[in-house]
């Protein structure tokens, strides 16, 4: 099997590992009193960052973006050490948290490293972009803030959500101009900047004021005020940045902060820019592909989160037992739609 589908697949299967034991915890606290999972949920948040992200994250700057930026993918050896490297700190987070934060500073590490291949020149003579410096800034955040966690002794969950957030926002400011039909000029490279600075440190110091600015500054810089591209990933980019900045204001709420960030904006802008995740099958599959997108796993996906924010934000009622459900329903029917229009084609 080839090491970039290998990756992609190891990414969902650690999105099942993550996700499922996350819904049967919500469905308990609702009054569906049978958990299989309980013992897992603990390492919920890890294996959702780490794991699938991770995998996520991984294929494209291994493959994905390298293929574009310099004409090739990452040698296989650095690939499988990352993944090994992953899925020991996994593996590890479940006896003992500090060996597992090891583990996965090795694979960040060597992510770091290969990324330095993105501060070259590219194949075609072209600087590096505001994306690849933020790329590789956003690894060095990552590796600062796990090395703080193995340094304290214990772990801070919402301080790990910095490494998917930094690195997607990061990848972004390549892709927005192609949903959004807006042109990306110096100014908006700047206002992109400065949001990513004011959203790492937001988000590390839990402070609303800086998040809500860098919401304001990348809201106007990605154009989603004004866009003028396809529907769908306009619709989901736009309900990504509405989560974002919920999550900003109501940073003191600490369940609305992590699941505004981590579902709503986090999934909802992976969904929408197809750009990213078509790269991904393409160097995965080896071949073209063009998938129509469906609003069904948009609809499931923002239903449940909505259920769920209303229950963080202290509203009850018997059918939020559907919130958590619908919300994995939501993602792996997003994967299952998209991979199956793939193999099949």
Avoid: C
Wanted: aromatic share 16%.
């Amino acid at each position: 099997m080839k090491l970039p589908l290998l990756l992609m697949i190891s990414g969902i299967i650690l999105l099942l590992l993550g996700g499922i034991p996350a819904v049967f915890e919500f469905m308990n606290m609702q009054g569906f009193f049978m958990d299989p999972t309980s013992s897992l949920f603990p390492a919920h948040w890890f294996i959702m960052i780490y794991g699938f992200f991770g995998s996520l994250i991984g294929n494209e700057i291994f493959v994905a973006l390298s293929i574009e930026w310099s004409g090739k993918s990452a040698d296989n050896r650095m690939i499988a050490s990352y993944l090994i490297f992953i899925i020991l700190g996994i593996i590890s987070f479940l006896y003992n948290q500090q060996f597992g934060f090891i583990f996965i500073l090795i694979a960040m590490a060597i992510l770091l490293y290969y990324s330095q291949e993105y501060l070259g020149k590219s194949r075609i003579g072209l600087n590096p972009t505001v994306y690849n410096w933020l790329l590789f800034y956003s690894l060095m955040i990552t590796i600062a803030v796990i090395s703080i966690q193995i340094g304290l002794g214990y772990a801070i969950p919402y301080l790990n959500l910095i490494f998917p957030t930094s690195m997607i926002f990061a990848v972004m400011t390549r892709d927005i101009g192609l949903v959004t039909r807006i042109k990306i000029s110096s100014s908006r490279n700047w206002e992109n900047i400065l949001a990513f600075i004011l959203l790492v440190i937001g988000m590390g110091f839990r402070e609303s004021v800086l998040m809500v600015l860098a919401w304001v500054l990348s809201f106007h810089a990605a154009g989603l005020y004004r866009p003028k591209g396809r529907r769908y990933p306009i619709l989901h980019l736009t309900t990504a940045w509405i989560y974002l900045l919920i999550g900003s204001i109501f940073i003191s709420n600490y369940d609305v902060f992590i699941h505004s960030i981590a579902v709503g904006f986090l999934f909802n802008t992976v969904f929408g820019v197809d750009v990213v995740l078509m790269d991904l099958f393409v160097n995965a599959f080896q071949k073209r592909v063009s998938v129509k997108p469906s609003y069904i796993p948009f609809f499931l996906l923002n239903v449940g989160l909505i259920m769920r924010l209303l229950y963080d934000f202290g509203f009850t009622t018997p059918i939020f037992i559907f919130a958590s459900p619908l919300q994995g329903i939501g993602i792996l029917s997003f994967f299952i739609l998209t991979l199956r229009q793939v193999i099949i084609r």
